[in-house]
C-alpha cells in the first residue's frame, strides 16, 4: 500500500513536492503558513524505536506521577491549606511559561535524543537532592517547591524534544494512533500511581518512595543510548550565534503560531482550559479531605478511576483514530469532559462514587482531545519548527494558571472547593460550544489519504 498526496501551496506561490499526506485546511490558512518541508521517508524500523523509547517512558511516566501523588499528600496533610496546593502547582507551572520558549528554540537546534537523555538524567538528580533532605530529617515545603520546579523545567525540554521526534519517526496516518497511546500511558500512571503511592506511604519512609523515581528515570534513559532519533533537515537551520539565533527562533515560532488561524485558537483554548482546569484538578486532595471527609485512599481511588478513563479513552483513540475532521474528535470530548466536572462539582458529600463516576468520565475524554490537537499540530506543523511550536503551546497553555490558581486558592478556602469545579465545567462548554459554530475551525486537521496497491 502507498500514499498518493497532493502538492501544497508555498508562500512563494511555489509547491512543495511527494508529501506523503495532504492535509486538507481552509485557502486562506494554507497560505498564511511558512513552507512545508519535504516529509521524509519513514522507515518501519523507525516506528519499532519509537515504540522502544515509548516503552522507556512509560515506566519513568509512572514512578514520576507515583513520587508526585506522595508529595502533594505530604503538603496537603501537613498544611491542609489551598494556597500551599495553588503555590505548588505555580511551581510547576511558572518555569513551562518562562523556560518553554527558550527550550523550544533549543530543541530545534541541538539533538533531539540527547535533550531527552540529559533532561531525564538532571531530573532524576533532583530527586536524589531531596530524598537526601529528607534522610537528614531538614526537609521543609520550600524544598519540595524547588525541585517540583527544577523538575518542571527539565520537562520544557523534555516533553517537546519527544512530541517534535514522533512526526520523524512515526508514519503521519499513525500519528492520532501514537497519541491516543501515550494519554492511555498517563491514565495507566494514574492508575497505578496513586494506589502504590497510598500503600507505600504505610510501610516506606519518604526517602525510599523518591527513589523509586530515580530507578524507573534510569529505564527511560536506557532505550536512548541504544536507538538514534532522526533530526529534521531544513535549509531554513541556522548556525548563527546562539544568543541572536535563540530570540530569532522563539520570534519565529510565535510568528508561525500567529499567521496559522488554526494555532491561534489553540492557542487561546489552551489558555482558557488551563486558567480552569489545572486549578480544578490541583484542588482535588482538599475537595477529598473538606467536602467528602476521605483520606489517602480516597484520593487513590478518585485519581485511580481518572486513570482508568484515561487508559480506555487512549486505548480507544488508538484503536479508532477519530474522526476524519480531528478537531471535530476534540470538541466532542471537550463538551462531555465540561458536564463531568460540573457533575463532580454538584456531588454531595455523601455520594463520593457520583465524584468519582465524574472523574472517570472527564478522564476518558481528556485523551480524545489532546491526543487529536497533538495530532493535529504533528501533521500540520513542519518537523524543524515543531520544537518551537509544542513550546509556544506549553508557555501561552498556562500563562493564565497563575491567576487561576491565585482565584482557585482563594475561592476555594471561602466559598468551598466544589465551586471551582463548576466554574471549570461551565468555561469548558463555552469554549466547545464557540468552536463548534466556527466553520473555519472545524476542519482543522482534516486529512485525505489516497490508498493505492502496490
Do not use: C
Request: aromatic share 8%.
Amino acid at each position: 500500500m502507498t500514499l498518493l498526496s497532493k502538492n501544497e501551496p508555498n508562500l512563494d506561490g511555489s509547491t512543495t513536492n511527494a508529501h506523503q499526506v495532504s492535509i486538507v485546511l481552509p485557502q486562506t490558512e494554507s497560505m498564511a503558513v511558512e513552507s512545508l518541508q519535504e516529509i521524509p521517508i519513514l522507515k518501519p524500523t523507525q516506528m519499532k524505536d519509537y515504540m522502544k523509547i515509548f516503552g522507556g517512558q512509560a515506566f519513568s511516566l509512572v514512578g514520576s506521577a507515583l513520587v508526585q501523588f506522595a508529595l502533594v499528600w505530604w503538603l496537603t496533610y501537613t498544611t491542609g491549606s489551598a494556597v500551599i496546593l495553588s503555590l505548588a502547582t505555580m511551581m510547576v507551572i511558572l518555569p513551562q511559561i518562562l523556560v518553554s520558549p527558550f527550550a523550544g528554540a533549543l530543541v530545534d537546534r541541538w539533538s533531539r535524543r540527547r535533550v531527552m537523555i540529559v533532561s531525564d538524567t538532571l531530573s532524576a538528580l533532583a530527586i536524589v537532592v531531596l530524598a537526601s533532605l529528607w534522610t537528614m530529617g531538614v526537609v521543609e515545603f520550600i524544598h519540595v517547591f524547588a525541585v517540583m520546579a527544577v523538575r518542571s523545567t527539565l520537562g520544557s525540554f523534555q516533553w517537546p524534544a519527544l512530541q517534535a521526534s514522533a512526526s520523524l519517526m512515526v508514519p503521519e496516518e499513525h500519528l492520532s494512533r501514537v497519541n491516543g497511546m501515550y494519554q492511555a500511558l498517563q491514565g495507566l500512571a494514574k492508575i497505578a500511581a496513586p494506589a502504590m503511592g497510598a500503600v507505600l506511604l504505610v510501610f516506606l519512609p519518604m526517602q525510599l518512595i523518591l527513589m523509586v523515581d530515580v530507578a524507573t528515570a534510569a529505564l527511560a534513559v536506557l532505550p536512548l543510548f541504544m536507538i538514534q532519533v532522526p533530526e529534521p533537515t531544513s535549509t531554513e537551520l541556522r548556525h548563527d550565534s546562539v544568543t541572536s539565533g535563540v530570540i530569532e527562533d522563539i520570534v519565529e515560532g510565535f510568528s508561525y503560531m500567529k499567521n496559522w488561524k488554526g494555532g491561534r485558537f489553540i492557542a487561546v483554548a489552551m489558555m482558557v482550559i488551563n486558567f480552569v482546569l489545572i486549578p480544578t484538578f490541583a484542588l482535588t486532595p482538599l475537595l477529598v479531605l473538606r467536602h467528602f471527609a476521605g483520606g489517602a485512599f480516597e484520593l487513590a481511588l478518585i485519581e485511580s478511576m481518572m486513570g482508568v478513563g484515561m487508559v480506555l479513552g487512549g486505548i480507544a483513540l488508538g484503536v479508532w483514530g477519530g474522526f476524519r475532521r480531528r478537531m471535530l474528535t476534540a470538541l466532542m470530548a471537550i463538551l462531555i469532559a465540561s458536564a463531568s466536572i460540573v457533575l463532580v462539582g454538584i456531588t454531595p458529600a455523601n455520594l463520593i462514587q457520583l465524584a468519582v463516576a465524574g472523574m472517570f468520565l472527564a478522564g476518558m475524554m481528556i485523551p480524545l482531545a489532546s491526543g487529536s490537537i497533538m495530532a493535529i499540530v504533528q501533521a500540520v506543523v513542519p518537523p524543524h519548527i515543531q520544537g518551537r511550536v509544542f513550546t509556544v503551546l506549553i508557555s501561552l497553555g498556562p500563562i493564565m494558571t497563575p491567576i487561576g490558581l491565585g482565584a482557585a486558592g482563594a475561592i476555594g478556602d471561602v466559598f468551598g472547593i466544589q465551586t471551582w469545579y463548576l466554574i471549570g465545567g461551565i468555561l469548558l462548554a463555552v469554549i466547545g460550544v464557540f468552536a463548534g459554530m466556527n466553520k473555519s475551525i472545524l476542519p482543522l486537521g482534516e486529512i485525505t489519504i489516497d490508498l493505492e496497491e502496490d
